[in-house]
């Protein structure tokens, strides 16, 4: 069965830098867009970047995190990242990476992000 698991949160200071990881099984990894997503406390779920299958075409959707945040890719290891520099507190949010993008089929569980001093 098709599995996403984010992995790398936790607690940064504000200025600091994190990168989750998403290990996928269960489905061709390379055959497909990935995608990372968030919702921070008390709002609705924010579209954060895309990459495409080949790694090559990575995509920030949120404004507030351009520049800022890269999604990249090992597809031999089947593993989708997001590098996360100059953590902001309104980066705090739980993370999670999709399969596809536009629209979104399969999820992981999360992994907590907590940007605070």
């Known amino acids: 069965q098709v599995q996403l698991v984010e992995s790398g949160g936790g607690l940064v200071q504000p200025g600091g830098s994190l990168r989750l990881s998403c290990a996928t099984s269960?489905?061709?990894?390379?055959?497909?867009?990935m995608s990372w997503i968030r919702q921070a406390p008390g709002k609705g779920l924010e579209w954060v970047s895309s990459i495409d299958t080949s790694g090559v075409d990575s995509r920030t959707h949120a404004d507030s995190v351009k520049g800022r945040f890269t999604a990249s890719r090992d597809n031999a290891k089947n593993t989708l990242y997001l590098e996360m520099n100059s953590l902001k507190p309104e980066d705090t949010a739980v993370y999670y990476c999709?399969?596809?993008?536009?629209?979104?089929?399969?999820w992981g569980q999360g992994t907590q992000v907590t940007v605070s001093s």
């Open positions: 269960g489905f061709t990894f390379s055959n497909y867009f």
């Open positions: 999709a399969k596809g993008s536009w629209t979104f089929d399969y």
